[in-house]
């Protein structure tokens, strides 16, 4: 084996050789070319909607390879794309494939579907639909009040290192003249609302073949057929109902420790709710619990 064969193994990840030798030795190995056709797909969401899990449900089947956080991360790109309006989009594109590239060339030769979860690719799907035109989408969507909860216990939006690559209205928005008055409670809303809806908007744009809307709870909860009909949506062979199970048993990724009460963040915080997110709640099918609490 020659010394530069030798140091390209060593300097790539473990998971990434043994799906090509399993390829191989399955008799599947491809030239690793980076195919702008190959099959893929990815999760958008606003976070903390159990994003981990899904992706170590996607990864059980045998076709596919899914990430939740690859590195490099894609935060700042995200941002980046959402602040501009998209307005350079071929260099959008290819910044986004440059990160990309090692995967998605080791899914294809490996004769494997690329998945990839994480929530900081949401505001690059335009750019992403245009790269490579066979993705999928999935809108994973989960109620505000838990979103919300869960965020504020993580410090979003209240000098947590990744708050400079957390989207922030754009100038001319509204809510840009109010953004420094508003409480932590009020920004995470804002930010619950404007992802769903700027999906939402993105789907309108997509093939229905290439689209897909489903809610956290239904998945965790086996509700109907979500979890069957989100692997036949990707055309992915659906692992069995105990592995399934295992999985979901994990909890991946859950809220650790006790949050306070929203009522602590903003007396008025079911009034704050409505104004700013009432219109999506009510397109996505939620509402707020009844009574002055949001632990119900």
């Known amino acids: 084996m020659s010394t530069t064969l030798t140091r390209k193994i060593m300097r790539t990840p473990p998971r990434l050789v043994l799906q090509r030798l399993a390829a191989l ?21 606003t976070g903390r909607t159990g994003t981990k899990t899904v992706a170590e449900l996607l990864d059980a089947a045998s076709e596919a390879t899914v990430h939740h956080e690859p590195h490099p991360y894609l935060s700042a790109l995200s941002k980046l794309a959402y602040d501009t309006e998209y307005n350079q989009m071929g260099n959008l594109i290819e ?6 590239e090692v995967l998605l060339r080791n899914a294809a030769a490996s004769s494997l579907v690329y998945g990839e979860t994480g929530p ?17 989408f999935i809108h994973l969507v989960r109620d505000p009040i838990s979103v919300v909860r869960s965020g504020l216990n993580r410090n979003w939006y209240q000098g947590s290192r990744y708050d400079a690559r957390r989207i922030v209205p754009r100038q001319g928005d509204p809510a840009a003249r109010l953004w420094k008055e508003w409480s932590p409670l009020e920004k995470v809303v ?13 789907f309108e744009s997509l093939d229905a073949s290439r689209r897909m809307c489903l809610k956290a709870e239904h998945i965790f909860s086996r509700e109907g057929d979500s979890i069957s009909g989100m692997f036949r949506f990707l055309g992915l062979t659906q692992p069995s ?36 997110a009432g219109d999506e709640m009510s397109r996505l099918g939620y509402e707020l619990p009844p009574g002055g609490s949001a632990d119900a």
């Open 95 to 100: 910044t986004f494939m440059a990160s990309r």
């Open 190 to 202: 804002w930010l619950w609302a404007e992802t769903n809806t700027f999906v939402r908007d993105f």
């Open 25 to 45: 030795l399955r008799g599947q190995a491809k030239e690793p070319v980076l195919d702008p056709g190959m099959s893929c797909f990815f999760i958008l969401s």
């Open 241 to 276: 109902a105990r592995a399934v199970s295992g999985i979901l048993a994990q909890r991946l990724n859950r809220q650790r420790g006790p949050m306070q009460p929203l009522e602590s963040w903003l007396p008025d915080w079911r009034t704050r709710f409505l104004e700013l």
């Open 120 to 136: 900081y690719v949401t505001f690059l799907a335009p750019v992403i639909a245009q790269a490579l035109p066979n993705a999928k």
